[in-house]
């Protein structure tokens, strides 16, 4: 009776009464000896709670009269401001808090306009808020994803000689070079018929297209290249690929060499993956964060992916997602340490002086005055159902056992 009357006391003992109580606590454990501390020590940890190490602190008043609070140092400012980050970093496709940084004073007006205006207390703190502070506030926000797939490149034997691999640095101060890798969307075999997707990004600006191809054949990759050349807001200088057998064949080649003036034409290293790093790290925020891992061999679906590439996904990431850009990098003992510009569109970077044409810088402010990031999401989200939708019923029958 008597355990369970003091495990009831401590249960509904408020915090008030613990910091009343503490003082007189504090007093009778100085006045005893060794043995008499270690009877009230029983007490107090039954009574309070407390671990015994840490009530030995309190009673010898090593430690200052504990508050209740969960955790020490400043109280969390941010937590209040927790929905609208979410709600940003969701539509944002869960970037990191250097990137989302930037991303909630640009996007502040459109969630504005959407789902009501903040007071002004919360804006300066959607505004003051800092990287470390937005990763531990989305902490339990953070999503799981999926394991690595297959790797599709395949070594493209012809042209090699004609193709040199690139030595020399091009001018990254200037629009224009391109690297181009691919994605396979083959699940977890390659036999068979599929969708690939082809990604380009520009050095210099970081400015990325998308498109869908079939079977990565020859004429589909020129295709989508030329689709993408026109697209492009700066003249084709340069291009870069791996030595896979869809770029390395007479009917790329060909066309790149027929520009006027003439494309630059260079390959990377065999197994040397770093040699395309601009493009390579796209391939995770482009195909990937995008499709996923599983299979796409329904040959309809092309047409439906590149629009998703040209008319949702490139607007979202080249002028509302800001990414990283390497500004320098050292070597100490055996540490490498980087330090990178702060977070910009690739839409920011165009519109520095001297990058491209004053008609050019026009029509992507243009462009960028008709856009809304969450309106593109909405409409990202549905159209993802037209490819995705199928795989999941189809799926969910596999495990069904029918």
Known sequence: MEKRHRKSVRMHMSNELKIEWLPKFQRRYAQRNREGKSRMLDEFCEDYGYERKYAIKILSDHLPVPTGRKRPGPERQYT???????????????????????????????????????????????????????DRLLAPARAEYLGRGRCGTKPGSLLKTEIPIRTSNWDLTRPGYLEADTVAHCGGTLAGDFIWSITYTDICSGWTEGRAVWNKGAAGVVEATAEVEKSLPFALLGFDCDNGSEFLNKHLW???????????????????KNDNAYVEQKNWTWPRQLLGYSRLEDATQVTVISAI??????????????????????????????????????????????MITRKMRGQLRDLYASLDPFTLKDDLEKRLERVLKPRTKEHSLDNSGL
């Not at 009501?116 to 502070?133: E, K, V, W, Y």
């Not at 509302?320 to 490498?336: H, I, M, N, T, V």
Request: hydrophobic fraction near 30%; charged fraction near 25%; charge should be positive.
């Open 80 to 134: 209040v401001i927790e929905p609208v980050v979410r709600q940003v970093w969701l539509s944002a496709e869960q970037p990191c808090g250097k990137r989302l940084q930037p991303i909630l004073r640009q996007w502040l007006p459109y969630y504005e306009r959407r789902y009501g205006r903040l007071t002004s207390a919360h804006r300066d703190l959607m505004r003051q808020i800092s990287p470390a502070s937005l």
């Open 254 to 272: 060909g066309y790149l060499a027929q520009r006027q003036p003439a494309v630059a034409f260079t390959r990377s290293r065999p197994y040397h």
């Open 309 to 354: 590439y040209k008319e949702v996904w490139g607007p979202l990431q080249n002028f509302f997602l800001p990414c990283l850009k390497l500004k320098a990098k050292w070597r100490e003992g055996s540490r490498w340490h980087k330090s990178y510009y702060p977070p910009r569109t690739a839409y920011q970077r165009l519109c520095d002086p001297e």
